[in-house]
């Protein structure tokens, strides 16, 4: 998706907001507020919105001096995940078409977002995601691929969500490789968090060797863009996936909640829409070109030694 | 009032809303947003929101090559106070305190917003206003101050809210100088749209000498600055009046819907509040230094050779 005109007064609240959630004190946000205004005034118009928040969510942790601002709020979310798996695991067992309902309670989960004025009660998302239509229903096109599939590429989201993607996983019937964010990036899931929702035991965990709050291929690790072009089907889960992998082809189904007014008119439903929707566009080569990193100036690369845990 | 930091990410947003509004192409909301991003990146911290909010609104005039690109929209509220005067005009006859409600009826007016998505009901304020307690109400300071005063400068906001205001102005009881916009900002009120809603007939019309959209009292006509320091009684209406001239004394009277979270915080009333409050300041000189306009790459001046009309 691109980076829509609506994104940039967005993208620049966002970097308040995380400033905040990181407890920057007001000179911090001044000065990650100066910095953000620099790189949205520099960056190419053709960038994803994950090529410009991840420069965005950099500067904020380079000014306040911290590698995860959002590890307390990351824990947070996992353990409130834990705590409604037992509901999940009944409501998945009482349930008549156990992969819709997988499917749904991973969509649920992806309502999971740690901006500030952003409030969710999970249990009612899970409620809701039970009950509600979804906007894009391309489940029975999931079915017939996982029917095909020998195993699964998962990209992941947020930490929390991941116990619900754990269910989902679980219920799929095919080795899974789930791919996590190869640093800290807002509250996006990394190998940590994976393990302590404890998706390491139903899947292989892979870092995608990247801090973008999506897939990137252009910046990804070499082991993750091969895993990618050999996949028979790949899950991407969320907004940030659907942001930086919208013109993938079939193979791919996203699952998420339309949270954003932008992205959801871009994908053709009302906000907060439930969507499994299965890809259209013509599978791009991989790696992207376009996908290359935005240069912030003292930014740190992503330290992607160990990609394959 | 300052720009808080949360300003910077709305007043960007405005400026889209505004270029959309002026029914500017994509190709002229990208300049604009660019134009105003450099904006934002160089004004000084201290400075107010309307003195960031003024060139904002330039740079859209500029880039779209209208000036004023919100006439049709100003026409329409106008057209809309005058259908509900009649409406007005019964419940002040029925009201047991005329001041109070008059008062009430000009706070009402003031919900009137050209910001796309900021629908209202001008009808349902009306009646809200009616009934609702007032967040601040220094309504017993106003009734005394209007004994003590043979005169009052009245300083108006946007145009529709202007029918509103005639009704206050009549039931004050006292002549008033209104004060419109030396030129086309944004929906506020200008000579045109005064007379439009039937102002003059009432009260003595002028021109602040100034685009801004408050009272930048250093941008101000002469004239305008000496009515200022006269003054015994001021009306300052809406959210730019407030945040140009928060410091004022007990002589000036804000009257304003709290439609902003950031300014209703900065009152410290909650957002949606109706709020009649006297200032509490110490006045300052008037002119004040820091009311001076903003540098913005080949902004038009306002041309004021006709202050007082």
Redesign the interface.
């Known amino acids: 998706m691109r980076t829509y ?2 994104c ?3 993208l ?2 966002q970097a ?1 907001e995380a400033a905040r959630m990181a407890r920057a004190d ?1 000179r911090e ?2 000065h990650i ?2 910095r953000v ?2 790189l ?2 520099d960056v190419p ?1 053709s960038s994803k919105p994950p090529q410009i928040s991840q420069p965005v969510h950099r500067i904020v942790r380079e000014e306040i001096g911290s590698e995860d601002p959002y590890r307390e709020t990351k824990a947070r979310s996992t353990e409130e995940g834990l705590a409604l798996y037992p509901w999940m695991e009944r409501a998945l067992a009482e349930a008549d078409d156990k992969l819709v309902t997988a499917a749904r309670l991973s969509i649920a989960g992806n309502v999971i977002d740690a901006r500030p004025g952003r409030s969710y009660d999970l249990r009612e998302e899970l409620e809701r995601s039970l009950s509600e239509p979804l906007a894009i229903d391309d489940a029975e096109a999931l079915r017939a691929a996982l029917n095909e599939a020998d195993w699964a590429l998962f990209l992941a989201d947020n930490a929390g969500e991941t116990v619900c993607d754990r269910l989902l996983i679980e219920t799929m019937g095919i080795p899974v490789t789930y791919v996590v964010k190869g640093g800290p990036i807002a509250n996006d899931a990394t190998v940590e968090d994976a393990q302590a929702a404890g998706v390491d035991r139903v899947a292989e965990l892979m870092s995608s060797g990247s801090d973008a709050p999506g897939t990137l291929l252009g910046q990804c690790s070499e082991e993750l863009r091969r895993a990618y072009e050999e996949a028979p089907l790949i899950i991407a889960k969320g907004q940030g996936n659907y942001e930086s992998l919208d013109e993938a082809g079939p193979r791919v189904f996203f699952l998420l909640q339309a949270k954003c007014p932008v992205l959801a008119r871009d994908v053709g439903v009302p906000a907060r829409s439930l969507v499994l929707r299965q890809g259209d566009g013509s599978d791009r080569d991989c790696p992207d070109r376009n996908d290359e990193g935005l240069d912030t100036e003292g930014t740190t690369e992503v330290n992607d030694r160990e990609h394959r845990l």
């Open positions: 005109l609506d940039y007064p967005c620049l609240g308040l007001e946000q001044r507020l100066e205004l620099d949205l005034r118009p």
